[in-house]
């Protein structure tokens, strides 16, 4: 029977085959993860809650990431001329449905 590996042994392999930047992309995820479980430890909960809390940190990154984005921020800007266009036409008695 072969000997199987641990997953320590599974990640190093993994990190082998990393380019520097995907390395330092997985070293700011280690990080992050990190200081929620440093947060979370230190409010004395329990381990499921900090899988949740790690996970909902992570969407709340990239629900700012997202909101950041040039093309979310064009979208809002069109949203709000169009809202304004509407709101002109109605006061001037031309809005057609």
Do not use: P
Request: proline share 0%; aromatic share 6%; glycine share 4%.
């Amino acid at each position: 029977m072969s000997k199987r590996l641990t997953n320590r042994e599974k990640l190093l392999h993994k990190l082998q085959q990393l380019t520097d930047h995907e390395v330092e992309d997985v070293l700011a995820y280690v990080s992050i993860l990190e200081c929620t479980e440093v947060g979370v430890a230190e409010r004395g909960t329990l381990k499921d809650q900090k899988v949740f809390q790690s996970n909902a940190s992570s969407e709340d990154d990239l629900l700012a990431l997202l909101s950041g984005a040039y093309e979310n921020q064009r979208a809002c800007q069109v949203f709000e001329w169009e809202t304004a266009r509407r709101k002109s036409e109605i006061k001037a008695g031309r809005y057609v449905r």
